[in-house]
């Protein structure tokens, strides 16, 4: 259910989830880091601590990540607010003051090229394989097209407990160059090998799993919803499946 506040003094905006993740994600896409929330409250003109309980909610909704103990945004998916190992750049004709922000972090490879999906810029996504020593860069176009295509993606947890820790999940979820680097890099650190995908389906599935992220009136998907996108792009690794019931991914 999403939280509306019912403060008297929210005359510009309804704060709920939808209205506060759009508000959140302009911020990250246009400047690089997330409003405060004494900037959220300015521009719902609501109390700070109605902005304060709208981020628990959405947290709560899976909408985002805050820091232990602190009404502050951590991660949003698919973007970072902190390092991770998913260095996103603009290309550098691109980087002027009318583009606005030109370099942010994604979570893992999956929420990466999300990222790149949502911005639709000449863009690079700098990582290495298996967050070991080896850097590699994936160049993704402002018309859609992955151009650095010879790489798997590893999905070593279920998606049913994604959530269980979802920093962890995130983590984990890397870019290899083929089958093999995963098998020993799973034995090498005690982690059980998952599904393994070709990098240009994950492009192509991410492109439709973040593709409503930066809308005004975004939702989570539905279980159903999120078991259809697996479905469509081939995704039937036990890996990808859910629990029968439930509300939301």
């Known amino acids: 259910m ?11 905006q309804t704060l709920n989830h939808s209205s506060l993740h759009h508000a959140i994600m302009r911020g990250i896409v246009d400047k690089g ?16 601590d109605e ?23 951590w991660v949003i998916h698919p973007f970072a607010l902190a390092p991770t190992h998913f260095f996103i ?18 979570n893992c490879a999956w929420c990466s090229l999300g990222a790149a999906a949502l911005l639709r810029r000449d863009l690079t996504i700098t990582t290495t394989l298996g967050a070991e020593k080896e ?13 650095d295509s010879d790489y798997v ?8 407990n994604a959530w269980d820790n979802v920093m962890y999940t995130c983590n984990v979820m890397l870019l290899f160059r083929n089958h093999e680097e ?7 650190h005690g982690i059980p090998k998952g599904d393994v995908q070709p990098v240009a389906n994950i492009w192509a599935m991410a492109k439709v799993w973040y593709g409503k992220h930066l809308d005004a009136d975004w ?31």
């Open 2 to 12: 999403q939280h509306s506040s019912s403060c008297d003094t929210c005359n510009s």
């Open 33 to 48: 880091y997330a409003p405060t929330v004494e900037e959220i409250a300015a521009q719902f003109k609501c109390p700070i």
């Open 51 to 73: 902005a304060e309980s709208a981020l628990k909610a959405l947290a709560e909704y899976h909408g985002v990540v805050l820091h232990p103990n602190q009404p502050k945004v």
């Open 89 to 106: 750049q603009a290309a550098s004709t691109e980087s002027t003051p009318s583009q606005g922000c030109s370099s942010w972090w994604g």
């Open 135 to 147: 850097q590699v860069i994936l160049r993704v176009t402002s018309d859609g097209q992955l151009l």
């Open 153 to 160: 993606v590893h999905f070593p947890v279920p998606m049913k």
């Open 182 to 188: 995963v098998d020993n890099w799973s034995i090498r």
């Open 219 to 249: 939702k989570k998907w539905t279980l159903e919803e999120a078991k259809e996108i697996f479905e469509r792009f081939g995704l039937t690794h036990a890996v990808w499946k859910f629990p029968s019931s439930g509300e939301r991914f």
